[in-house]
């Protein structure tokens, strides 16, 4: 019998209040999945490769990536880049969170392969927009690809 798992949201903000307000919002959204936040690009890496601090955790990759432009170390965009040049990681499905409104940001995020942009601070209905921007994708919340 297949068991199956429900996906992790995977929180990547180095804001504590951000996150919070991010957790806030996204618990008002009535999503099952639990959430994982972590401070910034190199522990979102090492998440999402199962190494370091996440070396024992179960390899499977988060429904959604909620991440923040702007972290130390390594920021959103490099992420984004990352992810997106890797085979298996480029399909999860990523919205970046910005407090920055700045059009070069947007239009570098969308040429890099985004699926969603919520403005911060992020409130419950930019989440539903985000949710609806991403239609077929987000179906990854509640179901895999078959065969996962």
Known sequence: ????????????????ADAEMSMEALHGA?????????????????YLYC?????????????????DIKMPR??????LTQMRADERLRRVPVVILSSSREERDLAHSWDLGVNAYVIKPVDVDQFFDAVHTLGQFWAVLNQGPEGD
Do not use: F, Q, Y
């Open 1 to 16: 019998m297949k068991h199956r798992h429900i996906r992790t949201i995977l929180l990547v903000e180095d804001s504590l």
């Open 30 to 46: 009535n999503l099952a999945n639990p959430v994982v936040h972590v401070e910034d690009g190199v522990d979102c890496m090492d």
């Open 51 to 67: 190494r370091g601090d996440w070396a024992n955790r179960e390899p499977l990759d988060p429904a959604v990536v909620l991440l």
């Open 74 to 79: 390594m920021d959103g965009l490099e992420v």
